[in-house]
Structures are given as C-alpha cells and as structure tokens.
C-alpha cells in the first residue's frame, strides 16, 4: 500500500482488520517475548489467521518495511470482474446442473473441459473456484443433496420388518493372538440388518473373514426371526452369492438383490 495514504483513506472495515492483525503480530516484532516463545505463539497465529508460516514471514516482513497500512487487503483495481474464470464457464456449469442436479463439482470440471470454448479457462481454475461463483451465482447446493437423498436413498428403503435384510463385513480391532498372546490379530465384524426397523438382526466378531462366518452369522439370525423375504449382499452377480444363501431360498419367490 502506498505510504502517503493516511489512516483518513481508510474505510471502517479496514481499520478493524489493521487492529486485529496489529494486536496479534505486535508480540513477534517487539523483544519482550524470548525466541522460543515467538515461535510457539507463531504457530497458533498462523492458527488463528488460517495461514502458513511462509505467509506469516511475509506479513511480519511487509510489516516492518513498510508499516501498519500493510495489515490491510488492498483493494483491486478489477474487484467484482471475472479474470480467468469467464461467464461461460458459469452458464455452462449452471446448464450442466440443470440438466443433472446429481453432478457434483469434479464431475462438472471435467465436464467442462469436454467443451473446446473453455477447456483451456476451466484447467486453470480449481474446483473451489467453481463452487464458490456457483454459490455467489445462488446455486443451492443444500437442495441438491436433499434431491439425492430422495433420489438415491429411499427408494432402497423397506416398507415392513423383515423385508429386507442388509449383511456385510468389516474391519474390527486387533486383539491378543489366542494361538500367541504376544501379538495381536484383526478381528473382523459381521453383522445382518433389518432396513426398515435398522434393528441388528445378529452381529458377531471372527477371527478371520471367510465365507463360513457370514454364513454362521445368518443362521443365528434366521433362528432368531426368521427368514426374510429379500437380502442384500454386495455381490456383483447372483451366480457369485454363497451357496448356502441360495440353500436358504430354494423353493421361495424371494428376491435376491446384489450390488449390481
């Protein structure tokens, strides 16, 4: 910022913004805090001000040469006009979510660069860039995931107990070898659900992963509740499912859903 300019050239905004950058950068540019106290409250500046340290070195250096009117963001010569990113790139992307609202932002990047006008506009800006003239624009992102909540979530949705069971495997914690208490080995977790009432029809930790556990897992479910009347497993195809899946539903019109 230029030295002849006085604090009489200042708006509001940028007298607030002067004093509370002053107030949290005096204590790194007087001698009354020792070095290793600088360098432990500049880590919770650069913290506070949501900066690096480089930047911070910058700030504190811009400070000492040139004065407190360094502490304040000057303003553009071009504020409120569109550089790199082009009206285009906006009507486009607009046009993109019109006809998807589902598309999310890597996905209208790419789609964008599909577009000879602009690809070379749209490789020089970031993802958050979009976003963000996307908001400024009045973009509901908000609404979005509420039409795909409905779109992609509820129609899986059970209408009654013991529609639709969910099964799968997780990753559990490692616990004390039983063969070799000295190390320890990953337990992994099974689990049948039902989707309507999200009641865990049956869970159990195993030691291992293999396909006799989920199936051990679903016979103390069935005996609990009884069968359902659909699962779902993630399976790419039906002819890949277990084989005591299929012995559970022979002889029944039950429907088998996989992952696919």
């Excluded at 699962?231 to 029944?252: A, H, L, N, S, V």
Aim: net charge positive.
């Amino acid at each position: 910022m230029n030295k002849d300019i006085s604090f009489f050239d200042l708006n509001d905004k940028q007298l607030e913004e002067i004093q509370d950058k002053y107030a949290l950068l005096e204590p790194l540019v007087d001698t009354y805090l020792s070095e290793s106290e600088k360098r432990e409250y500049a880590g919770r500046v650069c913290s506070t001000l949501g900066i690096s340290p480089r930047t911070l070195r910058r700030y504190l250096q811009r400070f000492r040469e040139k004065g407190v009117y360094t502490l304040t963001r000057k303003k553009r010569s071009d504020s409120g006009v569109l550089r790199v990113f082009s009206e285009e790139i906006l009507k486009k992307a607009l046009h993109l979510l019109e006809q998807n609202s589902s598309r999310n932002i890597p996905m209208l990047m790419k789609l964008l660069e599909t577009d000879e006008r602009i690809a070379s506009q749209v490789r020089n800006i970031s993802p958050s860039t979009l976003y963000y003239h996307l908001k400024k624009a009045g973009y509901n992102f908000k609404h979005q995931d509420k039409e795909n909540d409905q779109k992609i979530y509820h129609r899986f949705q059970a209408d009654y107990p013991n529609q639709l069971w969910q099964g799968d495997a997780r990753h559990g914690i490692p616990l004390p070898n039983p063969d070799n208490p000295k190390k320890n080995k990953m337990t992994y977790l099974f689990a049948w659900i039902d989707d309507f009432s999200r009641k865990i029809m049956y869970a159990k930790y195993y030691w291992d992963e293999k396909l006799p556990r989920m199936e051990d897992c679903f016979r103390h479910a069935v005996l609990r509740w009884g069968l359902p009347e659909k699962i779902y497993c993630d399976y790419p195809e039906k002819k890949q499912m277990p084989k005591f899946i299929r012995f559970f539903f022979t002889g029944k019109e039950i429907a088998l859903k996989t992952s696919a």
